[in-house]
């Protein structure tokens, strides 16, 4: 994939750092974002990156605490994953299948910008995720985040 196929479908690649980059803007504050990643009623609704909702979501969000995603699919993909940071509404960071993730997010003029990064550990692992789609199905939920916190009504 070049570099502008990249930026087209909604994420960026760093070779030399073997991460990563997807960034979207909410037209909601950074509690309404950050809640959205940390609420398993909200999560549930956004996660898959074909939209459907999840059969299962458990979150103990603490640092050190796990989370597990299942999908609804007939494979029942099993995601899960340890949180290192918990920084109320500002960071998340999560380690999940040798990954890190970090997730920022930034207060703006019209809401929030999140910045996810996804690092992998060596030029193999990292090459594994740009061959299996991590990438684009990564960017889909992103979008979904954002279709769904936009579309979510305010207090």
Aim: proline share 4%.
């Amino acid at each position: 994939m070049s570099l502008a196929q990249a930026v087209a479908a909604g994420f960026a690649i760093d070779r030399a750092r073997h991460t990563i980059r997807f960034v979207r803007d909410f037209a909601a504050p950074p509690a309404m974002v950050f809640d959205a990643w940390t609420t398993a009623e909200d999560l549930t609704l956004w996660w898959d990156a074909t939209g459907a909702p999840l059969a299962e979501c458990e979150l103990d969000l603490r640092p050190g605490g796990s989370f597990r995603f299942v999908s609804v699919h007939e494979d029942m993909h099993v995601f899960t994953g340890t949180y290192l940071e918990v920084v109320s509404p500002e960071r998340l960071v999560l380690e999940a299948n040798g990954l890190i993730g970090t997730i920022r997010f930034a207060e703006t003029a019209g809401g929030t910008r999140m910045t996810l990064e996804i690092a992998a550990s060596s030029d193999e692992h990292f090459q594994h995720l740009l061959e299996t789609g991590v990438a684009e199905g990564t960017s889909r939920t992103c979008d979904n985040l954002v279709a769904y916190v936009d579309g979510k009504p305010r207090a």
